[in-house]
């Protein structure tokens, strides 16, 4: 498989530098997975892990916080929410 492939299925553009470096990285995970195909597993079960199931708990509703005493605490609030630099240009 080759970097530029997998870059445009990933939509970023790599630079040469970039593609030869990955490149690389590409190759060694390639002939890694080689070497793992070449060991033999004849007579090993495949690795299943077992989880014991996670006990359930009852939800409970419960108020862990007064909304005005957190809102109080910033630095500017308006309607209820908090009031932040503006992020998105629009």
Known sequence: MKVEKVAHLARIRLTEEEKEHFEKQ???ILSFVEQLQEVNTEG???YTP???ETPMREDEAVKDFDPQLVLRQAP???GGFFVVPRVVEY
């Open 26 to 28: 590409l190759q060694s």
């Open 44 to 46: 090993i079960e495949p």
């Open 76 to 78: 500017e609030s308006e």
């Open 50 to 52: 077992y989880f014991e």
